[in-house]
């Protein structure tokens, strides 16, 4: 996961007040409630992991049955423009347990793993560390997961992106392992401890964004959405491979 290349220095041009309450004006961050929008989710992952990137990875997969997706859209061309997964332990193993020997910790029902994250070359740059689109996700993701009341996230990075990862409030694990489905490249796993991130992040440039800040563009669905929204969307996929 590559979630942006941009300068550290960059991201304190945008933490003023004015220019931090503009950030994510002309797109929208939301959780995927129907089929329709998981399809949209799906697709992002479609276009970035296999049509960019080259893997051999199947989409849907089949943790896709028992996660949560998020969409970012462009309100002008109304595109799909990024999208991430969200798998919570209390519905079964990460995704991560295949690779790694998880701290028992890490394995709480409390826990969510993050992965599948993908945006599309063109939106991939932008004046601060991350994406713009970046941003949007993980603010919706932070929002999102202190509604539920989880606490701690994981994810697996390649070792290019872990200084990001941490530059958000991550932690390394020091755990590391080839990941299958993706050339088998090295991952590292960091966690995130949502209920220290307040504290974590109190010096961060950006602290009023990930903390404070609330937005319109970031929206948090009024139920929680259903794990199983993209079961037929799996199965249709299935059925396709099958007959190939």
Same mark, same amino acid.
């Given at each position: 996961?590559?979630?942006?290349?941009?300068?550290?220095?960059?991201?304190?041009?945008?933490?003023?007040?004015?220019?931090?309450?503009?950030?994510?004006?002309?797109?929208?961050?939301?959780?995927?409630?129907?089929?329709?929008?998981?399809?949209?989710?799906?697709?992002?992952?479609?276009?970035?992991?296999?049509?960019?990137?080259?893997?051999?990875?199947?989409?849907?997969?089949?943790?896709?049955?028992?996660?949560?997706?998020?969409?970012?859209?462009?309100?002008?061309?109304?595109?799909?423009?990024?999208?991430?997964?969200?798998?919570?332990?209390?519905?079964?193993?990460?995704?991560?347990? !295949?690779?790694?020997?998880?701290?028992?910790?890490?394995?709480?029902?409390? $826990? *969510?793993? #993050?992965? +599948?994250? &993908?945006?599309?070359?063109?939106?991939?740059?932008?004046?601060?560390?991350?994406?713009?689109?970046?941003?949007?996700?993980?603010?919706?993701?932070?929002?999102?997961?202190?509604?539920?009341?989880?606490?701690?996230?994981?994810?697996?990075?390649?070792?290019?992106?872990?200084?990001?990862?941490?530059?958000?409030?991550?932690?390394?694990?020091?755990?590391?392992?080839?990941?299958?489905?993706?050339?088998?490249?090295?991952?590292?796993?960091?966690?995130?401890?949502?209920?220290?991130?307040?504290?974590?992040?109190?010096?961060?440039?950006?602290?009023?964004?990930?903390?404070?800040?609330?937005?319109? !563009?970031?929206?948090?669905?009024?139920?929680?959405?259903?794990?199983?929204? $993209? *079961?037929? #969307?799996? +199965?249709? &996929?299935?059925?396709?491979?099958?007959?190939?």
């Amino acid at each position: 996961m590559q979630p942006g290349t941009e300068s550290t220095e960059e991201s304190g041009a945008l933490a003023d007040g004015d220019s931090l309450a503009r950030l994510l004006r002309g797109y929208r961050f939301s959780l995927c409630e129907t089929t329709e929008a998981v399809a949209q989710a799906l697709d992002v992952r479609r276009r970035v992991y296999v049509d960019e990137r080259g893997y051999d990875a199947p989409v849907p997969d089949e943790y896709d049955q028992r996660s949560w997706f998020l969409v970012a859209e462009h309100l002008e061309t109304e595109e799909a423009v990024g999208s991430m997964r969200l798998t919570p332990r209390f519905a079964g193993p990460f995704e991560a347990d !295949e690779y790694f020997r998880l701290p028992a910790h890490v394995r709480s029902p409390h $826990a *969510v793993e #993050l992965n +599948r994250f &993908a945006i599309p070359r063109s939106y991939c740059k932008g004046k601060t560390l991350l994406p713009i689109v970046s941003l949007g996700l993980f603010k919706l993701v932070m929002e999102y997961l202190r509604h539920i009341d989880a606490h701690r996230m994981l994810i697996a990075s390649k070792p290019e992106s872990v200084c990001t990862y941490q530059w958000m409030g991550f932690e390394r694990t020091g755990l590391t392992a080839p990941y299958g489905g993706f050339d088998h490249s090295e991952h590292e796993l960091l966690t995130y401890e949502l209920h220290r991130s307040p504290k974590a992040l109190s010096d961060h440039p950006l602290h009023d964004f990930f903390v404070r800040m609330r937005y319109q !563009e970031v929206r948090l669905p009024r139920h929680i959405p259903e794990l199983s929204i $993209a *079961v037929p #969307l799996a +199965r249709d &996929a299935l059925r396709v491979r099958r007959s190939v």
